[in-house]
C-alpha cells in the first residue's frame, strides 16, 4: 500500500505539472519550466523518503558525481546527488539534474567504479532530457500512461508493479506500444553518453556490467508481472552485449583509483543505516579477517556503538585511528563518543584536531560547539556554531544550541532571534513570531530590528496562507 500510494502521489505531481507545462500547442518545456518541476518532484520525493544527510556519505557520493559533470559541455542547471534509505536496487534522475540512488544499491557495490558508472548513467538521462522530453511529448501522449512511464522510472523495479495497477489501467493500450519503444532508446542513449563521460572522468566502464548483473539478480518480480518500460533499467542480453563491445574497443588501461574513499562511506552507510545484525556479523568477521583493515575496526566501532556499547566502540574507533591517523571522520566519531560519555576534555581536543583537516563537516563543527559549551568557552562555541550556520542552516539543532549559547552569554536579542529562526524553518509560526517579538525587545541595533521585522512579516503571510489552506481542507473533508 505504501508503494502505491507513493506511485499515485508521484503521478499526480506530473500530471499536474504537463497541464500547467505542457498546454496544448507548445513546442516544449523551458529550462526554467524543467527547474520548476524538478522542484515539484524533489518536495514529493523528501516528504515521502528518508534522504540520507550523513555528510561522509553525501560529500563522497556528490564528488564522484561532479567528477563526471567536470568532463561535459556547460550545463544549463547544477547537479545535485542524493542517497535514499531503501533497501532496493535503483536509482533515478529528475528533471534538472537532480540524481538519486538507493542505499541497498549503494550498500551492493564493491568499489567506486560501479557508483560512477550508476552516476553516469543517471547523469546522461539528465543531459538527455530524457524525462522533460517526455513531458514535451504529452499531448501525443494520454497524461495516465505518461505518469505511469515516469512513477516507474523514479520507483524502480520495486514498485514497478504497484505502478502498474495504480496507474496505466486503462491506458496501457493506448499508449504502451510508444512507451515501450521510447524507453529502450533512452537507456541505448544514456549508456553511450554515460560510458564515454566515465572515460574522459578516468574510469573504465566495466562497472556498467557488473552493477546491471546486480539489478538484475535482485528482480523482485517475474517479467510477466512488471509492463517492461516500467522497468527503470532493464538489463537486457542485447544491452549488455552493446555494453560489453564498447568495453572490448575502448579500455585499453585499467583506472588508478583510490577506492579507501568509497569503503568508507561503504563502511558507514552499512554500519549506520544498514541491518544492525548483519552488520554486526560483517565487521566482527572483517577485524578478524583484515586485521590491518582501518576500516574494519571504524565500521565495528560504529556499529558498536549504534547498539549502545560505548566503551567497546571506542576500543575500536581508536585501534582504527592508530591505523590511519588523521583521518577527520574517524576523529569526528571519537570525539562525539568522549563527549556523550562527559569526557569533554579529550572530546574537544579530537573534535577540535578533526576541524582543523575538515572544517567544512557539520557534525565536526556541531559537536565541537557543545563541546565548548560545556567547557564554558561560551563564546567560541558562539563562533563554532556561527560558523556551522553559515555553511548549513537546516543541520539539526543549530539554530536552537546556538540560541541557547547567547541565553548563557547574556545576550538576550540574538537569543531569540536564532529559536525564532529555528521554530520558522520547523513551521511551528506560533513559537516563531513569540520568538521574533521578544527579539524586538531586546534588540538594540537598527539594522537588527529592520531584518527582525522583515522575517515577522514574512512569517506572519506563511501563517495565514497556512490556515487558509487548513481551513480549505477541513471544508472539502
Request: proline share 3%; glycine share 6%; charged share 25%.
Amino acid at each position: 500500500m505504501k508503494i502505491v500510494k507513493q506511485c499515485i502521489l508521484l503521478c499526480t505531481v506530473l500530471i499536474i505539472a504537463c497541464g500547467i507545462i505542457s498546454p496544448k500547442g507548445a513546442s516544449g518545456i523551458t529550462i526554467q519550466q524543467e527547474e520548476e518541476l524538478a522542484n515539484e518532484f524533489i518536495k514529493l520525493i523528501l516528504s515521502h523518503y528518508e534522504v540520507i544527510t550523513d555528510p561522509l556519505i553525501t560529500n563522497y557520493i556528490n564528488d564522484v558525481g561532479q567528477k563526471i559533470v567536470s568532463t561535459l559541455p556547460p550545463q544549463p542547471f547544477s547537479y545535485h546527488f542524493y542517497v535514499i534509505k531503501e533497501d532496493t536496487y535503483n536509482a533515478f534522475a529528475t528533471p534538472a539534474g537532480h540524481i538519486f540512488i538507493h542505499s541497498g544499491l549503494l550498500e551492493a557495490m564493491d568499489n567506486e567504479e560501479e557508483l560512477a558508472c550508476v552516476l553516469a548513467h543517471e547523469i546522461s538521462h539528465v543531459v538527455c532530457r530524457h524525462i522533460s522530453k517526455k513531458i514535451e511529448r504529452a499531448e501525443k501522449v494520454n497524461y495516465a500512461t505518461l505518469a505511469g512511464v515516469v512513477a516507474g522510472v523514479l520507483l524502480g523495479t520495486a514498485g514497478a508493479s504497484a505502478a502498474a495497477n495504480a496507474v496505466t489501467i486503462g491506458s496501457m493500450a493506448a499508449g504502451q506500444s510508444y512507451a515501450l519503444a521510447y524507453g529502450r532508446e533512452d537507456e541505448r542513449q544514456a549508456d553511450q553518453i554515460g560510458l564515454n563521460v566515465l572515460r574522459k572522468a578516468g574510469y573504465n566502464g566495466k562497472g556498467l556490467i557488473s552493477t546491471l548483473k546486480k539489478m538484475r539478480s535482485k528482480r523482485w518480480f517475474d517479467s510477466n508481472q512488471i509492463p517492461t518500460y516500467l522497468t527503470t533499467h532493464p538489463a537486457s542480453e542485447e544491452r549488455m552485449a552493446y555494453i560489453d563491445t564498447w568495453l572490448e574497443k575502448h579500455n585499453k588501461t585499467e583506472p588508478n583509483i583510490n577506492d579507501y574513499y568509497f569503503k568508507r562511506a561503504h563502511t558507514r552507510l552499512v554500519a549506520i543505516y544498514g541491518d544492525e545484525d548483519v552488520a554486526l556479523r560483517k565487521f566482527k568477521s572483517d577485524v578478524h579477517n583484515h586485521p590491518d583493515d582501518p576500516l574494519a575496526y571504524y565500521g565495528y566501532g560504529l556499529i558498536l556503538d549504534r547498539k549502545g556499547d560505548h566503551k567497546a566502540a571506542e576500543k575500536y574507533l581508536k585501534a582504527a585511528l592508530g591505523k590511519r591517523a588523521f583521518d577527520p571522520y574517524i576523529l569526528k566519531d571519537l570525539g562525539r563518543l568522549y563527549f556523550l560519555d562527559g569526557n569533554y576534555q579529550q572530546a574537544f581536543s579530537i573534535l577540535d584536531g578533526a576541524a582543523s583537516i575538515n572544517s567544512n563537516d557539520p557534525d565536526i563543527l556541531f559537536y565541537l560547539g557543545r563541546t565548548q559549551v560545556e567547557l564554558g568557552h561560551l563564546a567560541d562555541a558562539v563562533a563554532t556554531f556561527e560558523k556551522l550556520i553559515s555553511k548549513q542552516q537546516n543541520y539539526p539543532r543549530a539554530l536552537y544550541t546556538l540560541g541557547e549559547t547567547y541565553w548563557k552569554l547574556g545576550k538576550k536579542g540574538d537569543a531569540h532571534y536564532y529559536l525564532g529562526i529555528h521554530y520558522k524553518n520547523k513551521r511551528d509560526f506560533k513559537n516563531a513570531i513569540f520568538h521574533l517579538k521578544k527579539a524586538l525587545e531586546y534588540i538594540n541595533e537598527p539594522y537588527k530590528k529592520v531584518k527582525v521585522e522583515k522575517l515577522l512579516k514574512e512569517i506572519r503571510k506563511k501563517k495565514s496562507k497556512s490556515e487558509k489552506d487548513d481551513d480549505n481542507k477541513a471544508q472539502k473533508n
